[in-house]
């Protein structure tokens, strides 16, 4: 199976918050971001694997900033890695003021997908080719929240993570 590029996975998605979309405050619930979030980064991780995914973990999304009623929300995703059958997806949050002309990044996150058959088995995805200095060094830090995802998650142990090791035995030595 030949790789592909991050760039060929990268998708853009755009939403205005509405009223319906607000809490008493004004301001997006948070709810609904993660549910954009989890469309837009799907989209990228179907883009890449070519094929439908399930989301299989959401990693801590903080956030920085919150956005506004009448701001649109700009979600944009990229596969930052790609396993087996699964796929990192980064994504990067901004809220933009149009009458004021106003662009902030409000948060960013990795959601994780598993790459799917007509029979919803894990399929096979391909490799995935970092081009830029940016998309290398995520790449490289991929495996290393891969193996914490999968710690946390109670399906590996510390001691069978060769690359949290090194980074921990690394910041040890600093």
């Not at 980064?41 to 070519?50: E, F, L, P, V």
């Not at 009623?69 to 930052?80: C, P």
């Not at 990192?88 to 790459?115: C, D, Q």
Request: glycine share 4%; charged share 30%.
């Amino acid at each position: 199976m030949e790789g592909k590029k991050a760039k060929d996975s990268y998708t853009e998605m755009n939403e205005l918050v509405l009223p319906n979309d607000t809490n008493t405050f004004g301001n997006l619930m948070g709810g609904r971001l993660l549910y954009w979030m989890d469309i837009c980064s799907a989209m990228a991780a179907q883009k890449h694997s070519n094929s439908p995914v399930v989301t299989v973990s959401v990693d801590n999304v903080s956030f920085k900033r919150s956005i506004k009623l009448g701001e649109v929300v700009t979600i944009q995703a990229k596969v930052s890695r790609a396993f087996n059958s699964s796929m990192e997806v980064r994504m990067e949050i901004f809220a933009h003021n149009l009458p004021e002309g106003t662009k902030v990044k409000s948060n960013e996150a990795y959601y994780t997908f598993v790459a799917v058959d007509e029979n919803t088995k894990p399929k096979r995805v391909a490799d995935l080719i970092p081009e830029t200095e940016e998309e290398i060094h995520l790449y490289d830090e991929a495996l290393q929240r891969r193996e914490l995802r999968l710690i946390l998650a109670g399906k590996m142990e510390m001691k069978d993570s060769k690359s949290l090791k090194k980074l921990i035995n690394h910041a040890k030595s600093h």
